[in-house]
């Protein structure tokens, strides 16, 4: 994507996507029990991510983000994959949901769940897929 010259959105970029990222972080670890989750989640993160690449352009995106989004497709896939087998090895039914709490020093009583583990597979892969596509649909034009 070509850089930009518009000030204002620059500007605004910074904020709109630090807001973005953390509303996606919510909506990726609040998503087992209520609305969200990992595809909602990496839609907005993925969201966050083109905005940058418009507004400062490829370089400047990939500093922020060395990652290569086409690799964390397998990876989100084998998370999701795994925590659904996972459930085999407890003899209960695919994909089935537990959730218990820990006690950490200075958070105190935090619940984990396995439906987090999915939804970290499913935000992995969306956030690989979505950009990927959109990349791609960029250097063809």
């Known amino acids: ?6 000030l204002i959105l620059r500007m605004t970029t910074s904020l709109i996507v ?3 990222l953390g509303f996606a972080a919510y909506l990726l670890f609040a998503g087992h029990n209520m609305p969200g989750g990992g595809f909602v989640g990496g839609l ?3 969201g966050a991510i ?3 690449y418009m507004a400062y352009g490829e370089e400047t995106a990939k500093r ?3 990652v290569h989004f086409r690799k964390l497709i397998p990876v989100g896939l084998a998370i999701a994959a795994l925590t659904g087998i996972a459930s085999f090895a407890f003899n209960v039914p695919f994909l089935s949901h537990r959730f218990g709490y820990l006690t950490l ?3 105190g009583k935090i619940e984990w769940a396995t439906a987090t583990l999915f939804d970290i597979g499913v935000y992995l892969t969306v956030l690989g897929v979505t950009i990927t596509i959109i990349l791609n649909v960029n250097e063809r034009e």
Not at 1 to 6: G, Q, V
């Open 64 to 66: 922020l983000f060395p």
């Open 1 to 6: 994507m070509e850089k930009t010259n518009d």
């Open 50 to 52: 083109i905005l940058l």
């Open 18 to 20: 630090f807001i973005l």
């Open 105 to 107: 020093p200075v958070l």
């Open 44 to 46: 907005v993160t993925s």
